[in-house]
Each structure stands twice: as structure tokens, then as C-alpha cells.
T-cell receptor, first 112, second 110 residues
Framework: AQSVTQPDIHITVSEGASLELRCNYS??????LFWYVQSPGQGLQLLLK??????LVQGIKGFEAEFKRSQSSFNLRKPSVHWSDAAEYFC??????????FGKGTRLSVIA | NAGVTQTPKFQVLKTGQSMTLQCAQD?????MYWYRQDPGMGLRLIYY???????DKGEVPNGYNVSRLNKREFSLRLESAAPSQTSVYFC?????????FGPGTRLTVL
């Protein structure tokens, strides 16, 4: 069965610092991988996705993620965090014709 | 193009009451989903509908029923609400592989 692990429940970073959110997945075949962001009281917004090809994918709001098959990872990065990036971030996986399986999320706090 | 819409936005029920959460999408998507979100649990799939006329159970279907009324609409019904169903409910739809989410319904069962 597919599963997603986000090891960090809560991360705090200073504004302007770099960010990396970790995501590990368990899936037998080539996965389709996603990162979503949820601001307080809002729905989920797609940040980026990986299906195939270049393992470094660019998303909205200056985010990028790198697919590493050998490590079963799809970590999300941003070079310089802004206060507006404070939110909850979810990693998700699917085979393409099955429903998404989500990780439990990582809450990001940004301090001045 | 409104995307995925959900009604109501907020609801308070007493234990044992019933209600239906409505979801509609205007993107002509085939598949639709209902999730619940609880603190520290991420999103868990309740039911989904891969196409009009079909529905399947997800990870946490107990206490819920669904109806895929047509291609646009997918409703979630709680027949006898329980406090354990206090949660935020999200509807989503997808054409092939990317899910788009509604704004959510915050449900409290007293």
C-alpha cells in the first residue's frame, strides 16, 4: 500500500532563511508526487507536482522539489522564506489512477 | 469558472442529527473525492467517485454515505452524526491526476 511520511510536524524558520521540508513515500511503481499548501482556514492549493522527466520540478511561489528515487524522497525547498509562507504543507502520492494518499503535514512558522 | 464549491461553510449538529454536505465542480472532471481533515492526521479519504454512477469506499467510510448525483455534484451524508465526526470536510475533483480542492466545510457535532 502507498504511504507518505513527513517526519517534521512543525518547523520554524527565520524570514529570509532557506527551507527544506522532507517527504518520504512508499510505493512500488513510479509514483506521481505532489506538494500542497494550506493557509489557515483555507483549502489546499497545489504547489507543484512530479510525474516523470526532470527530477527537479519548479512550482508556484518560488518553491521547488527534487525527486530522488534511490531515497524514496520528494523534498520541498525554497531559497528564501517570506512571512506569507507560514502555512501547513502536505506531500501526497498516487499511481495516477488511484486516489491521493497524503502525509500528515508539516506546519511552517516564520519568525522575523 | 468557480472550480470546486462546497456548502455549507460551517455547520453545528447535535448527536444523532443528519445532514448532507454538498459539493459541485464546473471543470468537467470525472473523479470526485471526499476527505476529512483532523489535527495531526492529514487528509483521510472517506469516499470517492471515479466516474458518474460509481462510488467507492476510502480509508474512513464508516458513518457516511455518498451520492454522485451527476457529473458535477457529489454529496456526502451523515445519517446519525457523532462527536467523532467533528472535522473539516474537503471535496476535491480531478480530470486525470491533479486534484483541485474546495474551501471546506467545518462541522461540529455536539
Amino acid at each position: 500500500a502507498q504511504s507518505v511520511t513527513q517526519p517534521d510536524i512543525h518547523i520554524t524558520v527565520s524570514e529570509g532563511a532557506s527551507l527544506e521540508l522532507r517527504c518520504n513515500y512508499s510505493y512500488g511503481a513510479t509514483p506521481y508526487l505532489f506538494w500542497y499548501v494550506q493557509s489557515p482556514g483555507q483549502g489546499l492549493q497545489l504547489l507543484l507536482k512530479y510525474f516523470s522527466g526532470d527530477t527537479l520540478v519548479q512550482g508556484i511561489k518560488g518553491f521547488e522539489a527534487e525527486f530522488k528515487r534511490s531515497q524514496s524522497s520528494f523534498n520541498l525547498r525554497k531559497p528564501s522564506v517570506h512571512w506569507s509562507d507560514a502555512a501547513e504543507y502536505f506531500c501526497a502520492v498516487t499511481s495516477g489512477n488511484t486516489p491521493l494518499v497524503f502525509g500528515k503535514g508539516t506546519r511552517l512558522s516564520v519568525i522575523a | 469558472n468557480a472550480g470546486v464549491t462546497q456548502t455549507p461553510k460551517f455547520q453545528v449538529l447535535k448527536t444523532g442529527q443528519s445532514m448532507t454536505l454538498q459539493c459541485a465542480q464546473d471543470m468537467n472532471h470525472n473523479s470526485m473525492y471526499w476527505y476529512r481533515q483532523d489535527p495531526g492526521m492529514g487528509l483521510r479519504l472517506i469516499y470517492y467517485s471515479a466516474s458518474e454512477g460509481t462510488t467507492d469506499k476510502g480509508e474512513v467510510p464508516n458513518g457516511y454515505n455518498v451520492s454522485r448525483l451527476n457529473k458535477r455534484e457529489f454529496s456526502l451524508r451523515l445519517e446519525s452524526a457523532a462527536p467523532s465526526q467533528t472535522s473539516v470536510y474537503f471535496c476535491a475533483s480531478t480530470a486525470t491526476d491533479t486534484q483541485y480542492f474546495g474551501p471546506g466545510t467545518r462541522l461540529t457535532v455536539l
